[in-house]
């Protein structure tokens, strides 16, 4: 896959996701994109008033799977996770084009919208990430039947 073909995939993920999960006020939201293949998969899940509801998107549609159901409490223990892993440390102020290009392989990417609806992006290390937060990201994959 090309790199501009990869940054408009990451591009498009992002936009299908934030219109697909069409979050409400006061919600939060967490994902994890990777790559699978050359493919660009986004897995996110977002604490709804009826409960949180996960979708995953692809540019491939056969992967697409949504929404789905999480438990609050599984939602709260990831939000949990990945709120005081140490995390601060990986704050990204978007999604780069370099964290696109060169991160899949060697970095968990994150992203969460806060309940005030402020954004973060986190781009870890894989060598330098906690085990809380490796968990989190094959937890994640998961949802999507990646269990790399």
Known sequence: MTARATVVSTVYLLVSFT???DAQAGS???MHTF???SRVVAVGITDLPSGPQGTVVSEDSTREKGPFAVSKTQ????WT?????GMKQYTEKEVTLMTALVG???LYVFSVHMADGTKKHYAVPKGKASPGVA???AQLRGYAGNTK
Request: cysteine-free; glycine content about 4%; proline content about 0%.
């Open 35 to 37: 790559q699978d293949h």
């Open 19 to 21: 219109t697909r999960v």
């Open 28 to 30: 939060r939201t967490l």
């Open 81 to 85: 996770t990945l709120m005081s892993s």
């Open 104 to 106: 899949y392989a060697g």
């Open 75 to 78: 939602f709260e223990s990831m």
């Open 135 to 137: 968990a989190l990201a």
